[in-house]
């Protein structure tokens, strides 16, 4: 006898499943609110003849009390992490605006990112869409392209100074000892 295909509504049980499946990802942190709600319904409904150790019960509370602590300093580092990242851009901004009006030298650049030249100008505008950029007599340059700021003498290249070269010591003494 050939078996024919088997209708039904799966999708019901398929969606009934998923919505398990979400309901049990959001309920899989235990908060210290359900620790002590579970720790009353313990002691509620616990056999009289056979009552929890206080050491049982104090270990609990001793391991629930450990993963608290834990996560809050868990949260603490991430929003330090936060933090930081703020404290950065917020010092990068007032570099930028403490930049306008004051005379720089940047770093020219060909198509493929290698330094080809400088330019001297003054600072008429920051631009803080995106990254971090001044403008020189209409031209967008990066931060990172700011060689100098005011006027820096050039560094010619020079020959390193004379060393004073060793006293030798005498000839006409070097066979003599004393």
Known sequence: MAVSSVTG????????YATQGAAEAKNSEMSMDDFWQLMA??????????????SEMM???????TMNAMTQVSNAIANFGIVTNN??????????MGMIGREVTVATVDENGKV??????????VDLTGGQF???DGEKYSLSQIMSVGDV????ETTPPETEKPETE?????????
């Open 87 to 96: 404290l950065s851009q917020v010092t990068l901004t007032s570099y930028s």
């Open 116 to 125: 080809n030249g400088e330019k001297k100008g003054v600072v008429t505008g």
């Open 41 to 54: 319904a313990q002691l509620q409904y616990q056999d009289m003849t056979n009552p929890m150790s206080n």
């Open 153 to 156: 003498p050039k560094n010619e």
């Open 59 to 65: 270990n609990q509370m001793t391991q629930m009390a």
């Open 9 to 16: 509504n799966s999708n019901a049980f398929n969606n009934q």
């Open 170 to 178: 005498n000839p006409e003494t070097d066979g003599e000892k004393s």
């Open 134 to 136: 001044v403008y020189i």
